[in-house]
């Protein structure tokens, strides 16, 4: 399985967890996810990247799938936190 960082690459107005462009996090191996010490990670973000994290981790991506193509991916709120996520 792939090795993936999601990283904060945005904030477009504002992050009621107070992320902040740079902040990020790692999916390691079989689904472990390992934050940089003292870092945090908003659980809402978490659960709008984590479907595209699934997909991206898999080797080979099954089917006609568009996620390969897509490196960005935002928070539910529409005014808080564009993620990118990258195989690393």
Excluded: H, T
């Excluded at 477009?12 to 472990?32: H, P, S």
């Excluded at 934050?35 to 479907?51: D, K, R, T, V």
């Excluded at 981790?57 to 897509?70: A, F, K, L, M, N």
Aim: glycine residues 8%.
């Amino acid at each position: 399985m792939r090795e993936l960082e999601v990283r904060v690459v945005k904030v477009v107005e504002r992050c009621g967890a107070r992320l902040k462009v740079g902040d990020r996090f790692f999916i390691r191996g079989k689904g472990k996810l390992e934050l940089p010490a003292g870092q945090q990670m908003c659980i809402y973000a978490l659960n709008s990247i984590l479907p595209f994290v699934i997909l991206k981790q898999r080797e080979p991506i099954p089917g006609e799938v568009w996620i390969p193509e897509s490196a960005e991916v935002a928070c539910p709120d529409p005014c808080g936190v564009i993620f990118e996520i990258r195989e690393v």
